[in-house]
């Protein structure tokens, strides 16, 4: 059995990648049309295109990974190697340099470019470790909801603190390096704000590095296109691809739209009214983005807490389709909250129960993945754990790249009217079209909800039911012998 603190220690590396995911899926898409400049449709072509790259670099990088031979391990040393470059990416995707529109466009593809190919380096090793700190099916799911309880942990510190650290440098903060003024704009803040987030992602690689370890020895002795074949022919990780395609479009639409739809539908001065029990007064909470996303991820931890307990009393297949019909209905009755003070609560708390069933569904993913790699070790005999933790990690990417990218899309197409970094500044009220309110409705709701639907007919045919899953366990045990 593995230490508390390893357990802790492995959270810590998701706590990272989360912070800076967190703010990507959910601030960048705003950031590049509000902020950088970028015209909605340029935006939604960036995010999509950058992606295309995942698509060969993190095979790649599984695949030098799982080939990888240290006196640390496989996996471990790149939390250590890559470390500096993720801090450093980070903060230059956020710098908007005073330039042309097309050399701003240019810059933006490279960093975006850059960021996505060091997340890659450092975080499908950070997933493949899972396959080798433990042997035991069971024990991986613990270590999984650790990983996604101190992810959402972060994902709540860096959410939280976005908006106000941006006012804070806002007021207080230096000029950047681009343009030597003595104001502070909006861009510079949000730049600020991404050096601090990135500092801590930095430690907190550190310290993962520090309190975990390789347990299992696994040595590939196949070649590359065996690799690919075994991969390719692998029917629980298509079905698992697809399916964790699902669950990060499904998040990705929500969590991109809501800086939006706060700016837009909710408005800038919209009032959460907390009645006092004491007679008094009672007072009033701003209810703006961040508090509505921070609040989430605080229900997301809730929701990885339950995973465990939930897997070993349904099963990790059921376990999946139940939670992702409690979405849909969830998501539906989202579409039908009134925008009133009343209808805030009600925003909150479906909210709070939607991250909550998320919260349930990311260790199970990742714990799924760990059985897919084991049943490819068994049936192929190749290890190729990196290799199928990369695919985790592509996936993931490409359904915050289709979500971003669909939400700027459909927003462009309905006449959506981006504000300036003034307009933004000053918090501007726009009059956007009637067709724009609807579709960011739309964008909270039904389209997440059709979504959870195709995810629950995808996981309907993954055939690692537990009975499966622990016949694997017990064959793998001898073969290792």
Request: with cysteine.
């Amino acid at each position: 059995m593995a230490r508390l603190s390893e357990k802790i220690g492995y959270g810590l590396g998701d706590m990272s990648s989360s912070m800076f995911w967190k703010v990507f899926s959910y601030y960048l898409p705003f950031f590049y049309s509000n902020i950088f400049g970028l015209r909605l449709a340029d935006a939604a072509v960036l995010v999509l295109v950058t992606r295309i790259w995942d698509a060969v670099s993190d095979p790649m990088m599984g695949i030098i990974a799982d080939r990888t031979q240290t006196r640390w391990g496989k996996y471990r040393p790149y939390l250590l190697w890559v470390a500096p470059l993720f801090s450093i990416c980070g903060i230059l995707l956020f710098t908007t340099p005073d330039w042309e529109y097309g050399a701003k466009l240019i810059w933006a593809y490279i960093t975006y470019i850059l960021m996505m190919t060091v997340y890659t380096g450092i975080n499908v090793p950070y997933g493949a470790m899972l396959g080798v700190i433990t042997d035991n099916s069971q024990e991986k799911t613990v270590f999984s909801s650790f990983r996604m309880f101190f992810a959402y942990g972060g994902s709540f510190i860096a959410l939280a603190a976005w908006e106000p650290l941006v006012k804070w440098i806002t007021n207080n903060g230096q000029s950047s390096m681009f343009n030597g003024q003595s104001s502070i704009s909006t861009a510079d803040a949000w730049q600020g704000a991404m050096i601090v987030i990135a500092a801590a992602c930095f430690l907190l690689f550190l310290l993962c590095f520090a309190l975990t370890r390789e347990r299992l020895k696994t040595i590939s002795t196949v070649s590359i296109g065996s690799d690919f074949k075994a991969l390719l022919s692998n029917r629980p990780w298509w079905l698992m691809i697809g399916a964790a395609l699902c669950f990060n479009l499904f998040c990705t639409i929500r969590g991109a739209t809501v800086a939006y739809y706060f700016a837009d539908v909710i408005g800038f001065d919209a009032m959460l009214h907390v009645p006092s029990f004491g007679g008094g007064k009672g007072m009033s909470i701003l209810f703006y983005a961040g508090l509505f996303l921070s609040i989430g991820e605080v229900a997301n931890m809730i929701g990885v807490a339950c995973t465990v307990p939930l897997a070993r009393r349904l099963g990790k297949k059921s376990t999946f389709i139940c939670v992702n019909s409690c979405l849909i209905i969830c998501s539906i009755l989202f579409f039908f909250i009134p925008v009133s003070p009343l209808g805030f609560w009600f925003m909150l708390l479906m909210q709070v129960i939607i991250s909550m069933l998320t919260g349930i569904m990311s260790p199970l993913i990742w714990s799924m993945y760990a059985d897919v790699s084991d049943y490819a070790e068994l049936k192929y005999k190749t290890a190729s754990t990196g290799l199928i933790f990369s695919s985790s990690s592509m996936a993931q990417k490409f359904g915050g790249a289709i979500g971003g990218a669909a939400v700027l899309w459909l927003l462009g197409a309905c006449g959506y009217v981006p504000r300036t970094d003034e307009q933004l500044a000053a918090q501007t009220v726009l009059e956007q079209p009637e067709s724009a309110i609807r579709v960011l409705w739309y964008l909270m709701s039904f389209i997440p909800a059709a979504v959870a639907l195709l995810a629950i007919i995808i996981a309907r045919f993954y055939p690692l039911t537990v009975q499966r899953v622990n016949e694997i366990e017990e064959q793998l045990k001898l073969q290792r012998q």
